[in-house]
């Protein structure tokens, strides 16, 4: 089953290439190292970042 993305955002990348590496510095607000994916593939380079949902109970929200 593939789920639409509810918020996709495009966001500025500075990319450095060094000798056997690239670098990329992004932008990617409330996404931790461990929700990134970054692809290379017929020539075509791609990050993604994901923010985990959160969900919250009934009582949680009327405790605030």
Do not use: F
């Amino acid at each position: 089953m593939l789920l639409s993305p509810v918020n996709v955002k495009a966001e500025r990348v500075d990319i450095y290439e060094a000798e056997n590496e690239l670098i990329l510095l992004v932008d990617m607000p409330d996404v931790s190292t461990h929700h990134v994916e970054i692809d290379l593939k017929d020539d075509l380079l791609s990050s993604v970042g994901r923010v985990p949902a959160v969900m919250e109970t009934c009582e949680e929200v009327l405790r605030k």
